[in-house]
């Protein structure tokens, strides 16, 4: 048999990645993401105008979707790899939904408060079984590729949510976007109801150990991981300011660059992982957004300011699939459901770190040239700590991959 035909027979032998249950479980969650960033912007401008609060109130009362999210990970991962995956997923993304109702019906501002803090808890769950049953729906082989498409399921939703939500909010008011939001979780419910899961078999009930909440053998990538999401915190919520204080305009581009960078690199890294490129593949990405972020905090102009971004993106598009890869090769059948939501706490713990870091340090300095600064600071010591523990822990203890 020529070469040919032979890379012609591999490739034939491969299984399915576009089975019935991957391509809806990642449409679902598009869906689920989509109406949370949708909401994203408009949100504190809802609540000043409908509560006639004022800015610092409002922050808070956003930042308790983060704090249940993340009061909720370790927990998500326990009910995912304790419950059957199908009814734990619809009836949370179903609780996810009835939130936005929640949003237009209150009139206390402390109910109000309540109400995010759920949705952040049924966001929570609800994603970190999306995740689950995603992977569960992947063949071995082709995990790396299948998480890296599934994860621009979010990059899209992140790129397009804000801007449409703004668009509507401008054009119709708040009403549209609420009903939109709640329109998409219904198809996103829909779908969810149509996957063919197995329901989960009954097995005596283990003795109570950290690692049914927390995946222990994942420990110097959850470490790593609070690094990124640490320098990525002031991104989210300060990247704006730092734009004006530099006299750059148009900084939503900033994000759409991102976004690109994230998709572009999703698509080629998958691949790459599961043709044993893991370790050199995220290493690389660690390395890159170091580089990124020093251009970030020396930026004067347009060119490097924007430059960053694409950078940016295009590192954690290497990154990204490579930790989850990770933490999902590190763990047991049975504890897919921890690895995940151990992979997501890290990100969770580092974005909301690095937003009250930030802002902290803006306050007292008077400007964000320092925070990315110490951001740039902060991964370089994540880069050193990926060569020298992350990865040589990982290719001892992996059990897959």
């Excluded at 009403?175 to 829909?190: E, H, K, R, W």
């Excluded at 992979?343 to 969770?348: E, F, K, P, Q, V």
Aim: with cysteine.
């Amino acid at each position: 048999m020529s070469n040919g035909n032979l890379t012609s027979a591999l490739s034939e032998e491969k299984p399915p990645l576009w089975t019935r249950n991957f391509v809806t479980v990642a449409a679902a969650n598009f869906l689920l993401f989509f109406s949370f960033y949708q909401l994203l912007p408009i949100l504190p401008l809802y609540i000043i105008d409908k509560f006639q609060t004022d800015n610092a109130t409002a922050g808070i009362i956003i930042s308790l979707y983060t704090i249940g999210a993340l009061a909720c990970r370790p927990f998500a991962g326990f009910l995912v790899d304790t419950l059957s995956r199908k009814p734990l997923y619809f009836w949370t993304f179903f609780a996810f939904t009835a939130c936005f109702v929640g949003y237009k019906a209150v009139s206390i501002i402390v109910i109000l408060a309540a109400v995010r803090f759920l949705h952040g808890l049924f966001f929570g769950i609800s994603s970190t079984a999306s995740n689950t049953v995603a992977i569960d729906a992947l063949p071995a082989c082709r995990r790396g590729e299948g998480i890296g498409y599934f994860g621009i399921s979010v990059n899209l939703a992140f790129a397009t949510g804000p801007m449409t939500g703004m668009f509507l909010y401008e054009a119709f008011g708040d009403t549209i976007v609420f009903i939109i939001s709640i329109a998409l979780c219904v198809i996103g419910l829909i779908l969810v109801q149509t996957l063919k899961i197995a329901p989960k078999e009954k097995k005596p009930h283990a003795p109570l150990s950290l690692d049914r909440f927390f995946l222990t053998r994942a420990i110097p990538q959850f470490v790593n991981f609070i690094f990124v999401g640490f320098a990525y915190g002031p991104v989210t919520n300060y990247i704006a300011l730092y734009a004006k204080e530099l006299g750059i305009g148009g900084s939503g581009w900033f994000y759409a660059l991102i976004a690109a960078g994230l998709i572009l690199n999703r698509i080629m890294t998958g691949r790459l992982i599961d043709r044993g490129y893991l370790i050199h593949l995220v290493g690389t990405g660690m390395t890159l957004n170091v580089i990124a972020y020093f251009i970030l905090a020396m930026s004067h102009a347009s060119a490097t300011f924007f430059i960053a971004a694409f950078l940016i993106g295009t590192s954690l598009g290497l990154i990204f699939p490579g930790y989850q890869t990770m933490c999902v090769n590190l763990a047991r059948h049975d504890q897919r459901g921890t690895a995940n939501s151990t992979y997501l706490s890290g990100w969770d713990i580092g974005i909301g770190s690095g937003i009250l870091v930030g802002g902290a340090m803006a306050g007292h300095f008077g400007m964000h040239r320092q925070v990315f600064f110490a951001c740039a600071v902060a991964l370089v010591i994540a880069d050193v700590l990926y060569f020298t523990w992350t990865a040589r822990h990982y290719l001892k203890n992996k059990l897959e991959g």
